[in-house]
């Protein structure tokens, strides 16, 4: 892969409209031949996303999917620019692949990283500063690592920061993108809820015996305690006299 210069890269962002991060990925992906990397972000439909990032999105639907067996629900709200387009199969399907999308992935509980609240991040900032590996090494060193890693741990909280299930070589944002570019609209993944079956609840066992004579007003039986066990005391040896006289009758 081409180390590719962060000039490099803003200029093709000048040049495109397109995000820095994918402007990178399409230098690295066309050798850092800039023309080349133009005509990669237009088939990915990535400039006229961004031309159409700043629209107003006002319109779109609430989207559901409930997994197999019931247990795990999500529900989804995707906008768009226009109710035409809220009303086109390839938006509605949009909608049901990303709530697909959210049940799939658990760890997920933000639509992108920017959302995260900031106690949150300086939380993970606190616990990765304190890994033991890190006891050692320099500070500027030290502090790369941890920006790494945070960067990591942030990306796995956010749901456009994710491989997509039917793809998994692009991420849900450049779906999104995709789709932008096809339907010639804005499109925002605004907010989602994920419902997992008993999440909070805090189970309670029960005597299933009580329950029942709670309810019905009788009373519950109760478990015989076992007798204890009677000892036998041994048989008491025969004195010599018993046992010369026992001798004597049998002889008779």
């Not at 495109?16 to 690295?28: P, W």
Request: with cysteine; proline share 4%; charged share 30%.
């Amino acid at each position: 892969m081409a180390d590719i210069p962060a000039k490099l890269v803003k200029e093709l962002r000048d040049k495109t409209n397109a995000g820095f991060a994918d402007c990178k990925k399409a230098l690295e992906a066309t050798d850092g031949d800039i023309e080349k990397a133009g005509e990669w972000l237009r088939q990915k439909g990535i400039t006229s996303a961004e031309k159409k990032s700043g629209k107003i999105t006002a319109e779109g639907l609430v989207g559901s999917y409930i997994h197999t067996g019931g247990r795990v629900g999500v529900l989804v709200e995707i906008n768009c620019q226009t109710d035409f387009v809220a009303r086109n199969e390839a938006f509605q399907a949009l909608v049901k692949d990303i709530a697909m999308q959210i049940a799939a992935c658990p760890n997920v509980e933000y639509v992108r990283a920017e959302d995260i609240p900031a106690d949150i991040v300086e939380r993970e900032k606190s616990i990765e500063s304190g890994r033991d590996d890190l006891g050692n090494k320099p500070e500027a060193v030290r502090e790369k690592i941890v920006a790494g890693r945070i960067d990591k741990r942030l990306k796995e909280l956010s749901l456009l920061d994710q491989p997509y299930i039917k793809d998994q070589s692009i991420t849900v944002a450049e779906f999104v993108k995709q789709n932008i570019a096809g339907l010639g609209e804005n499109i925002q993944v605004r907010r989602f809820v994920r419902f997992i079956m008993g999440e909070g609840i805090e189970k309670q066992e029960s005597d299933f015996a009580a329950e029942v004579a709670a309810q019905t007003g009788a009373v519950a039986p109760v478990a015989a305690e076992p007798e204890p066990a009677v000892e036998l005391e041994p048989a008491a040896e025969p004195t010599p006299e018993a046992k010369a006289s026992g001798k004597k009758k049998s002889k008779k």
